[in-house]
């Protein structure tokens, strides 16, 4: 039996190592990829352009708009006219468009001073972070205000008020390149899984080579195995660079965690998910199908995984889909384990995941495959 | 001659020349087809047939030399020949929409080819009868057979009337039956509408069909003419000659300086050479071998293949020498025999295999023919063990095929029609991979590395990434493949479809002598009858049933006793001759420039027709000839009389 596997996977190995569009495709995934991954993708609103429109031309309105500054915002100018206002904000030469009424400034000393801001919704994300910048930027001015009026006499410690010190732990200086790249890297690690063994099946059925096989001693069970050996041991050989060199290297994402129970599970998801690729082969006729079908199973499970939104904070029905997808247990894993420096006590429930989903993806692309050849 | 007489042909070639990159796939070609022709090119994958018909379609650019359709220049003005020609591009039914019915199909073409109401609606049901389509109407396109789809094609390609039509290779994958169908309709097509046809196809027994010929090899028009002009023109005379051990006689053979070329052929061997009947008597006397016979033959298109390779390389091929087959020793521990009774296979209420019986002996060459879906894929698959059967036994090299599958497959080696390795390993890479899953030993894989590397011509390409070999090294590669762990049965589907005489005939020698030499059997499972003509036995199936199986020889004489002979008639008015003949003989049929039909009283029929045509003012020769195994075939396929007489 293991002569017949070692057979298979070698011829695998040479398969691969004649490829080279593939080798290339590679090698970028888990550097290029991993790069732009951690440097491109920036939750944070920086230079977001704005507008004034300033009705009131008064010392307060003067004194409020230069609170409003770099590096969140960037001035583009101001606009004269309500039509002016819709322009800039519809031909998008402005995120966000200040309005000071006329009569701020009398107003504001009779506490009743208004100001309104609109923010292009179109972007929900970044116009979410700009009003609640706008919220903090104007809370600040408001003290100002206070302790000015109040002149000497009032000192500012006498206002009651609480002050927030936020520690960022983990990742002190909110660094998004840690996160954004190792999520890049597990998310290659699962795209590339699954389209290699994928590959590698659905090449042998459309070239006609898969018959061959089958008429030889190699039974299913070892052709099923023979086919998940590479890809494991390419995507955790790959993986080593991505963590290392990219991760470790480029961005000085520290790894905290140990390195042996990453791997361990590591092997896991991916036998899991080549299980995955195995399930797509069966199903497709050809590479351009199985790639599609890949996709629309990737997406989602990215989607449901929690990388971009907490599974806390998804509806009841996705909170639950979410769960199926064995990216969520794999991303919070490795996050739990690389960055926090976390052992088994605190990701068991990651690890059971991964192994239940596991186990069903094993089981269900061993029953279609045999379905299949029979 | 007034210039006025002077007819542009329908298709005119002139220097055509097409290159792909480094590749020379078109080399010079020149020809015409006139009005009412079928012209046929015939060459292996790969001779360039496809590049001409594509740039005669308007669909490919040349490098040099023109096309034209009606005298228009197809290269510069793609889009005038549109409506004179109906073009049907390789592969079955390329050009139909699977989840389309044939209905469907058949209404988008028309939308397409905008095609006025009243010429489509008698255009289409005339179409549909003819091909016997008109029940099928809501199946949709991916549930038709192959020759099925074949014909819904060439529906669509007729659609709108075309009076030249380019077919390419129309008939390759269609089973003997269809096939005969759709050249009746293209022969009807052509004497009741004269239209012209320029066809390619890979099969040389196709050629007589044709009007006009050209040989193709790797770009090359290599000859010009019809296809009886071209073979009388051979020079040298062929003779079929058998002896109990053929593989002896054929190293003697091989060995007399006379000798031009020898091949297998079954149990016969082929001898081209320029000596007389009488000196070749003298020759094989001085051999001094008992029981040796020996006949004169008319040469054939493969012989004629084979003199214009010849001429070309200037020496004598490799494969006229058999030395090196001597290495080729198989030591199988097993006798290849396949013992089968009442084997069936059903699928739901499917019946696919039906009871089917047959033996096959150690040493023997058994081919399956049937039409698409008969069931000879999967009472293979059975065989070898890849499908669980329904009813009945199987005993194959002496181990039940229910419960010993695992061990049979030790035993037997398979070889599909399409080359099933893998191109990007090397030639040794392949065989490494084989050795492994056959669990090779390292002592016996270097011995059979060494054997088969030399039985097989294979040696030199051994470090050779496999897409970049020739097609017949390719060829013995997978025959390497196959017999690597040394079987004792030897499974072949379709193993030549598609490529040159020169790789066939060498194929075959490997076969002929690993079965002669070695007592391995070997089950070919074709519908191609250039293969059925070196199998032992044949068997033909149909409907999932084994009708017969018995040697080629046996066969058609029981349909020539129930369906009679062939009847021939040659004249220059052959559309005449053959709607006059019709009106005594409802089943005969144009063939090329000759009418067919078989009778079971040939003097009086012969004398019938004579007399029926001369009253007509017609001129022509009526001879009587056996029948080909495709006719045995078709006999046994239409004929009830000839089922029940088994």
Redesign the interface.
């Known amino acids: 039996m293991w002569?017949?596997i070692?057979?298979?996977v070698?011829?695998e190995f040479?398969?691969l190592s004649?490829?080279i569009p593939i080798i290339m495709i590679l090698v970028w995934a888990f550097s290029g990829a991993i790069y732009v991954a951690g440097h491109a993708v920036n939750i944070s609103v920086k230079d977001l352009p704005i507008a004034f429109y300033d009705l009131d031309r008064s010392a307060a309105s003067r004194d409020l708009l230069t609170k409003i500054q770099s590096p969140y915002f960037k001035w583009i100018g101001a606009v004269h006219s309500d039509a002016e206002l819709d322009q800039v904000l519809t031909s998008g030469r402005a995120s966000a468009v200040i309005v000071i009424p006329g009569g701020f400034e009398t107003n504001t000393q009779s506490r009743q001073g208004q100001v309104q801001v609109i923010i292009d919704g179109g972007q929900s994300r970044s116009a979410l972070l700009a009003v609640s910048y706008f919220a903090s930027i104007l809370q600040k001015h408001n003290i100002e205000m206070l302790t000015n009026q109040a002149g000497g006499g009032l000192s500012l410690l006498k206002i009651p008020q609480i002050d927030p010190r936020v520690r960022v732990a983990y990742n002190q200086s909110l660094n998004h390149a840690w996160f954004g790249g190792l999520l890049e890297l597990f998310n290659v690690m699962t795209m590339v899984a699954m389209l290699l063994t994928a590959a590698a099946l659905v090449r042998e059925k459309s070239?006609?080579?898969l018959?061959?096989?089958?008429?030889?001693?190699?039974t299913a069970r070892e052709l099923f195995i023979a086919k998940i050996i590479p890809t494991v041991l390419t995507v955790l050989a790959l993986s080593l660079v991505g963590l290392f060199v990219m991760v470790q290297g480029v961005f000085n994402t520290p790894i905290r965690g140990s390195l042996i129970l990453f791997y361990s599970v590591a092997t896991l998801y991916v036998f899991s998910i080549s299980s995955l690729g195995i399930l797509v082969a069966v199903v497709t006729r050809n590479i351009a199908q199985a790639t599609l079908l890949i996709f629309m199973i990737l997406m989602p499970m990215l989607f449901l995984s929690g990388a971009m939104t907490p599974p806390e904070s998804m509806s009841t029905w996705m909170k639950i889909l979410s769960l199926i997808s064995p990216m969520r247990y794999f991303i919070d894993f490795g996050y739990e384990v690389l960055l926090k420096g976390n052992g088994i006590a605190e990701v068991w429930h990651d690890i059971l995941g991964i192994l239940i989903l596991g186990s069903i993806l094993f089981a269900a692309a061993v029953r279609r495959f045999n379905q299949y050849l029979? | 001659m007034p210039l006025s007489e002077v007819t542009t042909p329908p298709i005119l070639v002139d220097g055509l020349s097409k290159s792909y990159k480094k590749i020379e796939a078109v080399k010079r070609v020149s020809f015409s087809v006139s009005k009412g022709q079928v012209f046929g090119l015939i060459g292996a994958d790969g001779a360039g047939k496809t590049s001409v018909i594509q740039c005669l379609a308007g669909v490919l650019s040349a490098n040099s030399g023109s096309a034209f359709i009606d005298g228009i220049d197809t290269l510069k003005h793609p889009e005038l020949i549109k409506d004179k020609i109906g073009y049907m591009p390789q592969g079955l039914g390329l050009n139909l929409y699977d989840s389309l019915s044939v209905d469907e199909n058949i209404s988008f073409f028309r939308d397409l080819r905008q095609v006025p109401e009243s010429t489509f609606r008698s255009n289409k049901e005339r179409l549909l009868k003819m091909t016997h389509l008109d029940k099928f109407l809501n199946r949709p396109a991916a549930k038709l057979s192959g020759g099925m789809r074949q014909k819904l094609a060439l529906i669509c390609t007729l659609l709108h009337l075309p009076d030249i039509l380019l077919l390419d290779e129309p008939t390759t994958g269609v089973d003997p039956i269809s096939r005969r169908e759709f050249w009746a309709i293209i022969h009807d097509l052509v004497a009741t509408r004269e239209v012209t046809v320029l066809l390619s196809t890979s099969y040389m027994d196709e050629a007589e069909r044709c009007h006009q010929i050209g040989l193709m090899h790797q770009g090359d028009l290599l000859d010009l003419g019809t296809p009886e002009t071209l073979t009388k023109n051979l020079k040298g005379q062929y003779y079929q000659i058998s002896y109990h051990d053929p593989n002896q006689l054929m190293s003697h053979l091989q060995q007399w300086p006379e000798a031009e070329s020898t091949a297998l052929f079954g149990r016969q061997i082929h001898l081209h050479t320029a000596v007389d009947s009488q000196q070749l008597k003298t020759k094989l006397a001085q051999l001094e071998l008992t029981d040796v016979a020996f006949e004169q033959i008319a040469p054939n298109l493969e012989d004629l293949f084979m003199h214009h390779l010849r001429d070309k390389s200037h020496a004598k091929a490799p494969q006229d020498s058999n030395h090196h087959l001597q290495h080729l020793v198989i030591e199988q521990s097993k006798s290849g025999t396949i013992e089968c009774q009442q084997l069936s296979r059903y699928f739901g209420d499917f019946v696919a295999v039906d009871k089917v019986s047959f033996d096959l002996k150690a040493g023997e060459i058994l081919g399956l023919l049937g039409p698409n879906g008969a069931g000879k894929t999967t009472l293979i698959k059975m065989l070898c063990g890849l499908l669980p059967i329904s009813e009945g036994s199987a005993r194959v090299v002496g181990f039940d095929v229910a419960s010993e599958h695992l061990i049979i497959k030790r035993h037997i080696g398979y070889m599909s029609q399409q080359f099933s390795l893998y191109p990007d390993l090397t030639v040794l890479n392949n065989i490494k991979l084989y050795a492994g899953l056959y669990g090779l030993s390292a002592k016996r894989l270097k011995k059979q590395i060494d054997s088969l590397g030399e039985g097989l011509s294979l040696t030199p390409y051994f470090g050779r990434v496999t897409s970049s070999l020739p097609r017949g090294v390719r060829q013995r590669l997978s025959l390497a493949c196959a017999l690597l762990h040394n079987p004792a049965l030897l499974i072949l589907d379709e193993p030549t479809s598609g490529v040159d005489p020169n790789v066939r005939r060498q194929f075959w020698d490997h076969v002929h002598y690993l079965t002669q030499q070695n007592q391995i059997s070997a089950l070919v499972s074709t519908h191609y009858m250039d293969e059925a003509e070196h199998c032992d036995r044949l068997g033909f199936m149909q409907n999932g049933k084994m009708i017969i199986v018995d040697t080629p020889a046996r066969l058609k004489a029981q349909a020539e006793t129930i369906c009679g002979q062939l009847l021939v008639a040659e004249g220059v008015e052959y559309a005449n001759i053959l709607s006059t003949l019709r009106t005594q003989f409802p089943d005969a049929f144009l063939y090329g420039r000759y009418v067919h039909w078989q009778s079971l009283n040939i003097e009086e029929d012969k004398r019938q027709a004579q007399k029926l045509l001369h009253e007509n003012q017609l001129e022509a020769v009526i001879e009587s000839r056996s029948l080909s195994i495709e006719e045995t075939f078709a006999n046994y396929m239409t004929s009830e009389a000839l089922k029940h007489a088994i």
């Open positions: 002569v017949r070692y057979s298979m070698r011829k040479q398969q004649r490829d070239q006609g080579t018959d061959q096989l089958l008429v030889s001693p190699l029979n």
